[in-house]
DNA sequence: CGGCGTATTGAACCAGGTCAACGTGCGTGG
DNA sequence: CCACGCACGTTGACCTGGTTCAATACGCCG
């Protein structure tokens, strides 16, 4: 089925902690996140669609309210390199309506989302009443370049146990804590990580399995197959660090 | 000697083209501009001089009138990469006054240049009165933001000549076409190559040596010894496609 | 002209990719 | 509710691009 478009049946009765959470409009008072509301499109949109394609005119800016989404490109060979995985609260396909127009990249869901959106005309409206918008924008795409040169010198100086254990941190950051350890936010196949970090499947699987025996994470139950569980996030930082255990 | 600090002698006699080649400022009135020039510190730097250092507290917003920058990460075992070079009429060192305050990399200029910054507080107060400045730094940043996941994609999935053939196209583009071919705009050691590219300077003295013998390109004479002439771009692109010739 | 940073080139090694084959748990449909 | 099928995961054996180590040559600057 399609997803749908909607206006949340009540503005104000739409949880405002979900605006408050999103980082792009940060600082703004509660007239103007009650405008930024009404302006926004909300869909629900199951596991395993397409938001948008690489290469598709970027019509629209988006944002997560619950679920999950994988970013990835597709070189010409049809490899797939996962740019990023977008949780709760977190922006996405925004940066293209300031450059040249077109997603750069594919966008899908890993687990049944909630998405909001704006179109890129209301998104400009937005800005020009309230300025701190384009601010905390350049904010947020300032600090994913960072990250994403971060990811750069990794992948050019580490080894691929380095970048995997620093990739489920990253990850991690984004998971919830509890007793038994911290459960990251959305599922990752062995794939996806392997894509995160910048390997094949196979070297992927080895390495965790190895880490797997050693207690510093675990996987698959309790939950779905690709749910997992870090239980010792200092060895995977010290293996991130100098890569050797 | 280090480097001083200057206003230009007289706001209007500096060249206005310079800014007009910013970007950041693009689509400015001459006022604005005029008021923006005011408002910079200029300064010629010579060659091989450290501009800021990772780690360092942000305090300006950097661009280039002439010359050329590296900016480069070391990690922690000592290994660099370089993020990017920079060109005349272009801004770095930016995306730190709007994050974690911190300078993310080194910059250090590989020949003889004029430096304009602005510091965080006049950046601040130039975007307040024109507003358009702050779309202007989406669009830089969302554009570099493209080009290093397209690296990040290249050096996961490609081999190592389409990397280095890559990098050298993108440099190209900043450089100054002739009838001999396209010089590169600035000294670029093999070494530079390499750390562009994410590999050693071993593998890129072995692979530009090959292009060289094949007339794709040449270097050294009759400039410095670090001076790179391409020669034929569409081999290099080929290169950067399939990465088999 | 002497010395040092840069470049070239050869040889050996190895991390990780590739190819292949086999498990296994999840979801679906009967 | 159970059984089947398939997507996902695991594991082993082999292969190779590129790094590493090492040694020599070049060219620029003082």
């Given at each position: 089925m399609p997803p749908t478009d909607a206006r949340p049946a009540s503005n104000t009765a739409w949880p405002p902690q979900s605006l408050a959470g999103l980082e792009l409009f940060r600082g703004l008072e509660p007239a103007a996140l009650a405008e930024v509301m009404a302006a926004a499109l909300v869909r629900a949109v199951p596991r395993h669609t397409p938001l948008f394609h690489q290469g598709d005119p970027a019509q629209h800016c988006h944002a997560l309210l619950s679920g999950g989404v994988r970013v990835s490109q597709t070189n010409a060979a049809g490899a797939q390199v996962a740019l990023r995985f977008i949780g709760a609260g977190e922006m996405f396909g925004t940066v293209p309506l300031f450059t040249?127009?077109?997603?750069p990249a594919d966008a899908e869901t890993v687990a049944d989302s909630v998405e909001i959106r704006w179109t890129e005309a209301t998104l400009r409206q937005l800005i020009t009443r309230h300025p701190a918008i384009a601010l905390n924008l350049v904010t947020v795409i300032g600090r994913r370049l960072m990250e994403v040169q971060d990811r750069l010198r990794e992948v050019t100086t580490g080894r691929v146990e380095q970048r995997l254990a620093r990739a489920l941190l990253r990850l991690a950051a984004r998971g919830t804590a509890s007793a038994a350890g911290t459960a990251l936010a959305f599922p990752l196949t062995r794939k996806d990580l392997a894509e995160l970090s910048g390997t094949t499947l196979h070297t992927a699987s080895r390495t965790l399995a190895a880490w797997e025996k050693r207690g510093w994470l675990s996987s698959g139950?309790?939950?779905?197959?690709a749910r997992i569980t870090l239980h010792d996030q200092a060895a995977l930082a010290a293996m991130a660090e100098d890569g050797r255990e």
């Open positions: 040249d127009r077109l997603y139950r309790p939950n779905g197959r």
